[in-house]
């Protein structure tokens, strides 16, 4: 695992991924896609699960009908469509996940700045997020899948270098964000956004993106970003690699480990 152990003590602020992170919405996505690959006489897998999870819906839709060989029945575009009314019936019975309400009231109680960065679009974050406006109304920002800013979905860097940015006083040091992430496109995103932080638009940036880029070739370590990943079970170990810490649930997370201010409870 890509932990680089002793330095992870100097987090100030937290980037959360939210589906299948904060809310319990990837079941939703793999049910449907469940019954519309049955139309085909074909199974969905956790092998195609895990190339579609945390893209931008319509490259999500584009690997679906490529991967599973049906394009030349049903467009991504088609796909879209025939999903939509179903997953936004289910959207409006969204859970959060476990863990999800206690870590982010205690970080929001403790000042440290917490944002959401999604590559769900805005009619469907509204849906999924109308049962838990409390919570989420302690994000300091939120950015989605939509936004102008992000021109591709995870793996690019796009989202979360926009999060970083807009936090007060941004760009943040990306060796002082950590990020939530359940997917490994997001895990990915996180990593090459931590190696693109720089903005590259004076003498002084262009010195520090050399210095980055060094660094990067120096620790052959292919980051400087940290991200926590909450998986789930059925998706291949493998896949944990890139991540800096693996937990099975947000409850298992330990602030202390990240130099952030310990739990003062012991529930969930
Ligand atoms: O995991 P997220 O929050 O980036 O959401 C991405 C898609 O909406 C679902 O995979
Ligand atoms: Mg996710």
Redesign the pocket.
Known sequence: MANPSGTRGSITHVIF?????LLDT?KF?TEVQEIILARYNKTFDWSLKAK????K?IE?ARVFVEETGINDLLTAEEFLVEREKMLQNLFQTTELMPGASRLIRHLHANGIPICVA???HRH?FELKTQRHGEVFSMMHHVVL?DDPEVKQG?PSPDIFLAAAKRFEGGPVDPHKILVFE??PS?VAAAKNAGMLQFDKQTAEDLVACAFAVAEVLVSSVSCCRFAVMVPDPRLESSFHEAADQVLSSLLDFNPSDWGLPPFQDVSS
Do not use: V
């Not at 991924?17 to 992170?21: Q, R, S, V």
């Not at 579609?52 to 893209?55: E, L």
């Open positions: 991924d939210m589906d299948g992170l990837e996505y579609m999870m945390g893209k819906a999500a999604s590559g769900s469907h899948g995870k359940d997917a997001g």
